[in-house]
């Protein structure tokens, strides 16, 4: 819990400082081998000890929800829910995923990515993914970039179904619910990633991680950033005019085949 507050104080630091202070820096655009470095596989990220955990509660908050003697008359047991729900959540997370790819190759993100963290600080992130001796560090934190992945996605899948007024017994985002189980569940992947990065730290004494850590804490925050920054490339036009029903399409047609609708 006290790293989820950290990630969330930094990141409303760093929103707050960006409105004060913006770098009048210009960048390239980040090449294509760092940006693969660090994105993360949809499929990988449903089949992770997060995600099916995320689809198995989600299969309960369908049983929950809508008409039992309609699943039962299509014959929806768990299981079948169950594929249903994978195939949503895979499907919107590769379009955010190929958004993502996008947006980190534009110069609008390198300049956001100074204004979300600070001056330099894009150049230092590139630098460090460059370094062979940093790559297994980063990789620790590939199952909490895995569990982030699935929760951005349930609560883009959330945000269009409560659009549509779909009567769903509690939000499939846990930021959003707050369900306790899954809220263990997330610390318990941020806990064990922590853990492993810190046993990490002590057998390379030699190596400065502080302003690696403090960047990778804050990545995330970039994204968002670019919307700050004059939007000089057509993709990210494109973007900023999309929303949940376009991140997570057929989302209520999916609910709707498993037998809940609107209120």
């Given at each position: 819990?006290?790293?989820?507050?950290?990630?969330?104080?930094?990141?409303?630091?760093?929103?707050?400082?960006?409105?004060?202070?913006?770098?009048?820096?210009?960048?390239?655009?980040?090449?294509?081998?760092?940006?693969?470095?660090?994105?993360?596989?949809?499929?990988?990220?449903?089949?992770?000890?997060?995600?099916?955990?995320?689809?198995?509660?989600?299969?309960?908050?369908?049983?929950?929800?809508?008409?039992?003697?309609?699943?039962?008359?299509?014959?929806?047991?768990?299981?079948?829910?169950?594929?249903?729900?994978?195939?949503?959540?895979?499907?919107?997370?590769?379009?955010?995923?190929?958004?993502?790819?996008?947006?980190?190759?534009?110069?609008?993100?390198?300049?956001?990515?100074?204004?979300?963290?600070?001056?330099?600080?894009?150049?230092?992130?590139?630098?460090?993914?460059?370094?062979?001796?940093?790559?297994?560090?980063?990789?620790?934190?590939?199952?909490?970039?895995?569990?982030?992945?699935?929760?951005?996605?349930?609560?883009?899948?959330?945000?269009?179904?409560?659009?549509?007024?779909?009567?769903?017994?509690?939000?499939?985002?846990?930021?959003?619910?707050?369900?306790?189980?899954?809220?263990?569940?997330?610390?318990?992947?941020?806990?064990?990633?922590?853990?492993?990065?810190?046993?990490?730290?002590?057998?390379?004494?030699?190596?400065?991680?502080?302003?690696?850590?403090?960047?990778?804490?804050?990545?995330?925050?970039?994204?968002?950033?670019?919307?700050?920054?004059?939007?000089?490339?057509?993709?990210?036009?494109?973007?900023?005019?999309?929303?949940?029903?376009?991140f997570a399409p057929g989302a209520?047609?999916?609910?709707?085949?498993?037998?809940?609708?609107?209120?």
């Amino acid at each position: 819990m006290r790293a989820f507050a950290f990630r969330f104080v930094a990141t409303a630091f760093a929103v707050w400082c960006g409105l004060i202070v913006r770098p009048e820096v210009s960048h390239a655009a980040m090449p294509a081998d760092l940006v693969e470095l660090q994105m993360v596989d949809p499929s990988e990220a449903m089949d992770s000890d997060y995600g099916r955990a995320t689809i198995d509660h989600a299969v309960k908050i369908v049983n929950a929800s809508g008409s039992a003697a309609c699943r039962a008359e299509r014959k929806l047991d768990d299981a079948a829910i169950s594929a249903k729900l994978r195939e949503l959540f895979i499907r919107s997370a590769t379009i955010s995923a190929h958004y993502d790819r996008i947006i980190m190759q534009t110069p609008e993100y390198a300049e956001a990515f100074d204004l979300a963290i600070g001056r330099g600080a894009f150049e230092t992130w590139q630098a460090y993914l460059k370094m062979a001796d940093l790559k297994p560090y980063y990789a620790l934190s590939r199952p909490m970039r895995l569990r982030d992945m699935i929760e951005d996605v349930a609560f883009t899948i959330s945000k269009a179904l409560v659009i549509e007024r779909i009567d769903l017994k509690e939000p499939l985002s846990v930021l959003a619910s707050g369900n306790g189980a899954m809220l263990a569940k997330s610390i318990e992947v941020e806990t064990a990633v922590l853990e492993a990065m810190e046993r990490w730290r002590k057998t390379h004494p030699a190596l400065d991680l502080d302003k690696f850590d403090e960047i990778q804490l804050q990545v995330a925050m970039a994204k968002f950033k670019v919307i700050e920054t004059p939007m000089r490339s057509p993709e990210l036009k494109v973007w900023l005019t999309m929303g949940p029903h376009q991140f997570a399409p057929g989302a209520v047609t999916v609910f709707t085949s498993l037998c809940v609708g609107p209120q």
